[in-house]
């Protein structure tokens, strides 16, 4: 127990605190008047952005890629951060850009992360405006990357008002934008392990993500994980006639299908995969309140939704269980034999499935896929030959404390300026980085982004609304202002305040020899 000695210390100390939240209070009105006043700017820098198709799918346009890269060089290096570079990936052709502004290396570092790659516009005749000719229409900037992330300027431009009048921020700060995000990251592992000490820090802020709607704030505090792979069932060297062997024979498509059959139970539509479940945590109390807060609807969502016929999934758990907090394994594929218009009587010499897993905390990827294979070998039917192949998709899942002080920060900051609680939510699907960025940079992630679902992204005419624009740049300042209180307030340290490189300041940065301040 700590305790005040006596009331001289606690009035200094109450003075001092005073002192701090008036200062904080004085510049946060400047900052946001101007915003405010920069708004035309602001509008013009999106339409600017968003006119680079810097499509990450599409290697024709590669030089887009460098171009917006280039453009969100120049942009932080405006913004008035330091040590502003273009960060080449080791292992795929898409860079990232780096900048910081470090403060005090004894302070927390955040990373704020955003991607400036963009998703296909196809197709194009679905535009009711050019995709990468955006223009401003009922109060949104229209064209592809508009919302999905490019943003993400909304950061910056918070970031930048917050230097231009305190010339200081209430911690360290780094930008990470990618380019890359769209196809999956597939490069973002070698490249943390590249750059982890460039990039080390506390905690991680996404700017890419959303919120339930313009009237309902919510934060993500969980993802599930994958793993993913492809069963393939060969006995025959040929397809062969049904008639002349069928019966004498092992059919692949008939294997395949009784080994699938091992791997889930009817009834109960567990999964039968020995240890799956094993490292599965508990739901908790509030979880349960989380899933009841959202009144998920299982006949609008399910059956309206996507035409499903009744809610079926794991006995035992409601709908929303199923899909934020239990793992699921699912055939996503499936072929052999003939399978177009009329008959052809054959017996496929293969057959082929793929399965992929949805994990949930505490399963691995690679623990899982070792209990996959080893069914597939003790279950496999006779004469035939089995070959499991490994697909790429494979995640960590994620899932942070709603009580750490950066998600409590970041709940407070959305009531402010969404005028609601936010709801407690987990995702089904999987964002690789976020378990990457726990994994490499030791690092969690919060969720401070602003696109809707009405956006149409990944979709022709996504469009970005003003307001959400306006509420992201009001947000990040009101969000680190809030940061720098809890540090002051001894809530959020630096992990590594005592003695090693805290704020992770590049050796090669010229501002790292003079930041201890
Ligand atoms: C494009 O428009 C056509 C015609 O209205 C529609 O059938 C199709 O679903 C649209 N595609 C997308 C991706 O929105
Ligand atoms: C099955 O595997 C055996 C042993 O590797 C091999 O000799 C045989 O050719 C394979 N048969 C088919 C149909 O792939
Ligand atoms: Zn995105």
């Not at 050019?130 to 993400?152: E, T, Y």
């Not at 394994?329 to 009329?342: F, N, S």
């Not at 949930?360 to 623990?367: L, R």
């Amino acid at each position: 127990m700590l305790r005040v000695p006596s009331t001289r210390v606690s009035a200094k100390v109450a003075f001092i605190l005073i002192l701090i939240f008036k200062c904080t209070f004085a510049s946060e009105n400047k900052i946001l008047e101007a915003l405010d006043g920069n708004e035309a700017a602001y509008v013009k820098e999106l339409l600017e952005f968003v006119s680079i198709p810097s499509v990450s799918a599409i290697p024709d346009n590669q030089k887009d890629i460098l171009k917006a890269a280039d453009w969100v060089k120049k942009r932080l290096k405006t913004a008035g951060l330091q040590n502003v570079r273009v960060l080449e990936n080791p292992k795929g052709p898409r860079p990232a850009v780096y900048g910081e502004f470090i403060v005090d290396t004894n302070l927390p570092v955040a990373l704020i992360y955003g991607h400036y790659d963009v998703q296909p516009a196809d197709p194009v005749e679905n535009w009711s405006s050019p995709p990468f000719k955006p223009i401003v229409k009922d109060g949104a900037v229209w064209g592809r990357g508009a919302s999905d992330d490019k943003s993400h300027l909304g950061a910056i431009q918070a970031v930048e008002a917050m230097l231009k009048i305190d010339k200081t921020l209430p911690l360290n700060i780094k930008f990470i934008i990618e380019g890359e995000e769209e196809i999956g990251s597939p490069y973002l592992e070698p490249f943390l392990e590249e750059y982890s000490e460039t990039l080390a820090c506390d905690f991680v802020i996404s700017a890419d993500g959303g919120q339930t709607s313009e009237t309902q704030p919510s934060l993500t505090l969980g993802l599930r994980g994958a793993a993913a792979i492809e069963i393939e069932i060969t006995s025959l060297n040929r397809d062969v006639h049904s008639g002349m062997y069928g019966g004498a024979v092992q059919n692949p498509a008939r294997a395949l299908i009784q080994l699938l059959y091992t791997m889930f139970d009817p009834v109960t539509n567990k999964v039968l995969v020995k240890d799956f479940y094993k490292k599965v945590r508990k739901i908790t109390p509030e979880d349960r309140d989380d899933i009841l807060a959202m009144n998920f609807d299982d006949t609008a969502e399910l059956v309206q939704a996507i035409g499903a016929l009744e809610p079926l999934g794991e006995e035992g758990f409601s709908s929303l269980e199923r899909i934020w907090l239990r793992p699921t394994l699912e055939i996503v594929g499936i072929a052999g034999g003939y399978a177009g218009a009329g008959i052809k009587t054959v017996l496929p010499a293969t057959a082929v499935a793929k399965l992929a897993a949805r994990l949930v905390p505490d399963q691995d990827p690679k623990e899982i896929l070792a209990l996959l294979e080893a069914h597939i070998q003790e279950h496999h039917p006779k004469a035939c030959n089995v070959t499991v192949r490994e697909l790429g998709f494979k995640a960590f899942p994620f899932v942070t404390d709603r009580n750490s002080p950066v998600n409590t920060a970041a709940a407070k900051i959305l009531k402010e300026v969404i005028g609601a609680e936010p709801q407690y939510v987990r995702n089904g699907a999987t964002i690789p980085a976020m378990a990457a960025f726990q994994k490499y940079l030791g690092a969690e992630t919060t969720t401070l982004a602003f696109a809707l679902s009405s956006d149409a992204v990944h979709a022709p005419n996504e469009r970005y609304s003003l307001k959400q624009y306006s509420t992201s740049r009001v947000a990040y300042v009101k969000f680190l202002y809030e940061l720098g209180t809890e540090i002051k307030r001894g809530r959020l340290k630096s992990k590594n305040s005592e003695g090693s490189n805290a704020a992770g300041a590049s050796r090669d940065s010229p501002e790292s020899d003079h930041s201890e301040l």
